[in-house]
């Protein structure tokens, strides 16, 4: 029996049968990459070949090939280290929280995501590893290992190392998470695979699958609960990340606000790196008649409710240093001195990737428009990581003695380690996305029949 | 190698089939080896009478050893081991114990409970899994009936099953 409904739009349109999306997604794995698909991975292994010679300059001759200085002690390393692990927040929404609300739209998306989650952290890690300057020390600064400075430990007061706790744990549970995901699709690619190499290779990540009704009884629940430990876990790793500024004395940084609106500014963020990559897949590999209209117009209202919620969080932070009338308030990242101080180019351009230029989605005609959607996506992307510029360089510029402050200006360096992760993101992405199937085949054919726009 | 077990299988294409055959299947007295799906298919391990798993206490389990494991670390490296004054709070209060206590109790728990999971349903790298039909990872579901562990012969047995809405009836030796 098909069930159509005239208040749901279809998840799955092009009336699709169940083995139809089993053709669908593995062809992509199964056939020769695309030109496109080779040009992509050549642009990002280009641009992850220029950065690993920053990074390589920067581990030989230590972070002083940064442009540091005695006053801006953080600045791009940091803004880079919270980019990145905002914009991993949405995979582990769309997959966890939306799952246990129930929501049938992640399906086609939820897959995807991950990847990007993981992918995203990965390059987040760079960051507080590289800025430790002396890498292969960062192991016993950052774990509670016994080392060679006698039994001294680490500081778990300390937010710096919360964060490390945060990070890995994020990092593995969203991969445990993914990869339980990816057990049934690669025994369905596997018992396709015609030639030796992909059934040796989907025969081991597979892990000998067989869809037996007694192990997706168990899974299920495994999913779900993944979903129930993975929820607090979105919220808490942006928490602590906010922690690492909240807990501080310096103007602009030691605010209360900072949990909920960095929670909310990593999804925004988030889902604006899923719709980017999303509408690329969706021409590249052919899945128009997965990821939908109704599914982009979905991610674009979390954007908007998300987005909203930043602009409050922005206007609080504006009104509140004004109205507290402490004089050092006057320079941190949202307020007059900001507007229209030396940072003030920073501070504008937050102002309109991050709360004018998205506002247009309120319109549905713009949220529901592919290209429209695809260029405020990437504003977004760019003003979130003004974002956290503007907090970290702006607020340490202007400090409490006048005497010291001072402008920052990034090297080669600092954006050649930018680039290094931008390159790793991609080509990790693109190799996903040729070898790994891109849609979740088994959740998407449990809803083919109630969801898709088949007639019978 | 001569094959020991042999199954009878039906091969169906709906999930609604598939959930009224299972019952059909059963009142008429033929025990189901078990079913091979896609997709996890809604209500079918409450039909082949399967009790709910016991998963989410290994999670608690691993949960609460991951606290006690985080509580247990923090304060006796920093109360016992090597007390140092830091900002001058206390050597071993719980506030600032409780991140890392939280984020060790959830990587234990999901760790712990995938790790059973793997194990209990014999889920390994190199695995190689008894496939009774290999459409069943694509379009199709499969029930096996094991010949062995039923009184009724096989002709009867291919008779229930495809008066039961099954598109095929096959046979299966392992």
């Known amino acids: 029996m098909q069930v159509t409904s005239s208040v749901r739009e279809p998840l799955v349109t092009g009336g699709k049968t169940v083995h139809d999306v089993t053709e669908d997604i593995c062809r992509q794995v199964e056939g020769k990459p695309s030109k496109s698909w080779m040009l992509g991975i050549a642009v990002s292994l280009v641009a992850l070949l220029i950065g690993a010679y920053a990074v390589f300059m920067l581990v030989w001759e230590g972070i002083g090939v940064w442009g540091l200085n005695k006053t801006i002690g953080w600045a791009w390393d940091i803004t880079n280290f919270v980019w990145w692990v905002g914009i991993g927040h949405a995979g582990t929404l769309i997959s966890a929280i939306l799952l246990l609300f129930r929501q049938k739209w992640r399906m086609s998306i939820n897959r995807a995501a991950e990847a990007m989650t993981i992918f995203a952290v990965i390059c987040a890690a760079c960051f507080p590893g590289l800025h430790m300057g002396r890498l292969w020390l960062g192991f016993y600064w950052a774990l509670p290992l016994p080392n060679t400075f006698g039994s001294l430990w680490v500081n778990f007061n300390s937010p710096l190392l919360w964060d490390v706790f945060a990070i890995s744990t994020y990092f593995t549970v969203s991969l445990v998470f993914w990869y339980i995901g990816l057990i049934p699709d690669f025994a369905s690619i ?264 088949k007639k019978n | 190698m001569e094959s020991n077990k042999h199954f009878v299988l039906g091969i169906y294409d709906d999930e609604d089939v598939l959930l009224s055959a299972v019952r059909k299947v059963k009142e008429s007295g033929v025990k189901i080896h078990e079913v091979y799906t896609p997709f996890p298919v809604h209500g079918l391990d409450e039909e082949l009478g399967y009790k709910r798993t016991r998963l989410p206490i290994v999670a608690f389990l691993f949960g609460l050893l991951g606290t006690t494991l985080a509580l247990t670390m923090q304060i006796w490296m920093l109360g016992y081991d090597w007390p140092m004054i830091i900002g001058g709070k206390n050597f071993a209060s719980l506030p600032p114990f409780i991140p890392v206590t939280f984020e060790l109790t959830v990587l234990l728990s999901a760790l712990g409970m995938v790790g059973t999971f793997m194990i209990i349903s014999n889920l390994k790298p190199y695995g190689k899994p008894r496939l009774m039909d290999k459409r069943c990872t694509d379009d199709k579901h499969v029930m096996a009936i094991d010949l062995a562990k039923n009184d009724l012969s096989q002709d009867d047995i291919k008779s229930i099953i495809g008066d039961s809405g099954a598109q095929e009836v096959n046979l299966k030796d392992f």
């Open chain 1, 190 to 453: 596997r018992d396709r695979a015609t030639n030796k190499i992909s059934k040796m290779v989907y025969g081991t990540l597979s892990f000998g699958w067989d869809g037996a009704a007694k192990t997706w009884g168990r899974y299920e629940f495994v999913a779900l609960i993944l979903a129930g430990l993975a929820t607090p876990l979105v919220l808490s790793v942006h928490t602590i990340v906010s922690f690492d500024f909240a807990t501080s004395v310096i103007p602009g940084w030691h605010s209360t606000i900072f949990p909920p609106y960095f929670v909310a500014g990593a999804i925004f963020s988030g889902f604006a790196m899923v719709l980017t990559l999303l509408l690329i897949a969706r021409k590249l590999l052919k899945l128009e008649d997965y990821i939908t209209r109704e599914h982009v117009e979905l991610m674009n209202i979390i954007i908007i409710v998300t987005g909203g919620v930043v602009a409050i969080a922005y206007a609080t932070e504006f009104f509140i240093g004004w109205y507290t009338g402490v004089e050092y308030e006057n320079y941190t990242y949202m307020s007059y001195g900001a507007a229209t101080g030396p940072y003030a180019w920073a501070f504008w351009a937050l102002i309109i990737c991050n709360i004018i230029i998205p506002g247009t989605l309120w319109f549905k005609q713009i949220r529901t428009n592919f290209i429209t959607s695809f260029i405020i996506s990437i504003v977004i992307n760019i003003g979130m990581w003004f974002e956290r510029f503007d907090i970290i360089v702006m607020c340490l510029s202007r400090d409490y003695l006048p005497s010291s402050w001072a402008m920052f200006y990034p090297t080669i360096y600092d954006v050649g380690v930018y680039v290094f992760t931008l390159g790793l993101f991609f080509t990790l992405f693109l190799l996903f996305s040729k070898f790994f199937p891109v849609i979740n085949m088994a959740e998407v054919k449990s809803i083919i029949k109630s969801s898709s726009s």
